[in-house]
C-alpha cells in the first residue's frame, strides 16, 4: 500500500477539529499536508497525489532529455560554423572588438593587446581548429624574441 512508503503518513487519530491528516514528501524534500473528513478520504487523497507527483516526474525527465537533445543540437551546429576556416589574428581581432573594447578601459584594452601579442606572432594565419592546447602552452612558456616587454 502507498502509505507504508517513506515519505508518507497518516494519521490515524484525528485531531481536534475532527479532522484526519497526512501528509507526502515531494521531490524537493518538503511536506505536502493533505486533510480529510476520515481516515480513507487522506489516504485516497494521498494516493491521487502521489500519482500526480509520479507523472510530473515523468513529464520532467522527458522535458530534460529533450532539452538534452536540443543542447547537443546547438553545439552541433556550433561545431559546423567552428569548422568554417577562420585564421586565428582575425578571430582573435573580432573576439577583442565585439567582446573586449566595448567593456573595458582604453589602458585595459592595450593590456589585452600586449598578453595577445606573442599568440598572434606564434600562431597568425594558422587555422583555429589546426592550434591545440599544446601549441598555446608551449606559445607562453617560449615568447618569441620579436616581442619588447616594457619594464
Known sequence: MIIELPGVS???????DGRFQGYLTDGE????YIYGRS?????EKI??????????????VKENSERKEGIIKKFENSKKKAKEVYPF??????????YKAPNVKPT??????????????AFGETPIEEITGDDSGFT????SDEIERPL
Open 47 to 60: 494516493q491521487i497525489k502521489f500519482r500526480l507527483m509520479q507523472n510530473a516526474m515523468k513529464r520532467n
Open 108 to 121: 585595459t584594452l592595450q593590456s589585452i593587446r600586449t598578453a595577445v601579442k606573442p599568440a598572434l606572432i
Open 29 to 32: 524534500g518538503k511536506k505536502k
Open 140 to 143: 607562453y612558456s617560449y615568447p
Open 39 to 43: 481516515y480513507k478520504d487522506v489516504t
Open 10 to 16: 497518516v494519521n490515524s487519530i484525528p485531531r481536534k
Open 89 to 98: 589574428n582575425e578571430y582573435l581581432e573580432g573576439w577583442i572588438e565585439k
